[in-house]
Structures are given as C-alpha cells and as structure tokens.
C-alpha cells in the first residue's frame, strides 16, 4: 500500500506561481508513474501530467504546457509539479496519484488508471 501526501497548494494571483509536492510513503515509489490531476467544482477530474519512472518521460494536458512541469526525485519519495504563469481557470483541487505497474514505459492520462491517491490540496488562482 503506497500513502500519497499532498502540499503546496494556497491563494495565488493569475500570472504567479506555485509548486505543489506530493510525499509518497513505501519502497517502490521510484518504479512507479506519478500524475497530477485536478477537479474543479463542478467539473469532472481531468489530467494535468504525468511523469515515468525515472523521470525520463514526461505528459501534460494542453491547457498546461509550457506552463506547468512535472518533476520528482526518487531518493525523496517525492513528485513535483511546479505552476507558473497560474489563470483563474487553474483553480481546483489538486490531486498526485501513483500507477502501481512498475518501470511502465506508457503514461496514462486516465484517472482509472492510477491506484493510489492523494487527499488533495487546493488551488486558487484570483484574477
């Protein structure tokens, strides 16, 4: 069983930044794919990226690139994701989830393929 610890979150202004970590307990994190996910009220939960094992390999959701960057560092039980350039439309609870299938080479975008999630952290972008 792998426990997912969210931080990071809070109330930022659009265009500034923030970075959001998720601490994961047990010794096979660093075989597994992290995402990110987030949910807005009253929306489904959507991808937000995804990173390999190694951290070799790397997805996002359009509506991020070239803003937002997954990273993680596996002597830590760590993943990363840092936001930059934040809009309004960036607010949503923020969720790291593990895909416990070790050294895959394919990143999922689909929430059901992960199986361990976080609690959460909020995010609030204020225009």
């Known amino acids: 069983q792998v426990q997912l610890a969210e931080s990071g979150g809070g109330l930022v202004q659009a265009g500034g930044s923030l970075r959001l970590s998720c601490a994961a307990s047990?010794?096979?994190?660093?075989?597994?794919?992290m995402g990110w996910f987030r949910q807005a009220p009253g929306k489904e939960r959507e991808f937000v990226a995804a990173i390999n094992w190694n951290g070799g390999s790397t997805a996002y959701a359009d509506s991020v690139k070239g803003r937002f960057t997954i990273s993680r560092d596996n002597a830590k039980n760590t993943v990363y994701l840092q936001m930059n350039s934040l809009k309004p439309e960036d607010t949503a609870v923020y969720y790291c989830?593990?895909?416990?299938?070790?050294?895959?080479?394919?990143?999922?975008?689909?929430?059901?393929?992960?199986?361990?999630w976080g609690q959460g952290t909020q995010v609030t972008v204020s225009s």
């Open positions: 989830a593990a895909d416990r299938r070790p050294w895959l080479a394919h990143l999922s975008t689909r929430s059901e393929s992960y199986d361990y």
């Open positions: 047990g010794r096979t994190f660093s075989t597994y794919v």
